[in-house]
């Protein structure tokens, strides 16, 4: 059974950074893609990033493209999601989710196991 724990979400003020772990236990890490998704108040959970097994890969929604930065640590079985300039429209509860998928992936139904989320509020 593979458990994700998400952390690293706090009240921020906008323009702030922050930066989100994910730590995976429980299967191969070194497996898997992992992605990142978010769901604002009232919204649908929308992809944010993904990166493939070995990092050399990833992808991202347009909408934080230049200002978040997907990377991971094999070693550590984590996965880092570094947000600069953030704004209030990137509050939201963030998900780290894993996937077999070979190459990184928007698709949801392709992620397997889901943390519980960590809550991030951006402050005007």
């Known amino acids: 059974q593979v458990h994700i724990l998400e952390s690293g979400g706090r009240l921020v003020q906008a323009g702030n950074s922050l930066r989100l772990s994910c730590v995976v236990s429980?299967?191969?890490?070194?497996?898997?893609?992992m992605g990142w998704f978010r769901q604002a108040p009232g919204l649908d959970r929308e992809f944010v990033g993904s990166?493939?097994?070995?990092?050399?890969?990833?992808l991202y929604t347009d909408s934080v493209k230049g200002r978040f930065t997907i990377s991971r640590d094999n070693n550590k079985n984590t996965v880092y999601l570094q947000m600069n300039s953030l704004t209030p429209g990137d509050t939201a509860i963030y998900y780290c989710?894993?996937?077999?998928?070979?190459?990184?992936?928007?698709?949801?139904?392709?992620?397997?196991?889901w943390g519980q989320g960590t809550q991030v509020t951006v402050a005007s």
């Open positions: 989710a894993s996937s077999l998928s070979e190459s990184p992936t928007i698709r949801s139904a392709a992620y397997h196991y």
């Open positions: 990166i493939d097994w070995s990092g050399g890969r990833t």
């Open positions: 429980g299967g191969t890490f070194a497996w898997y893609t």
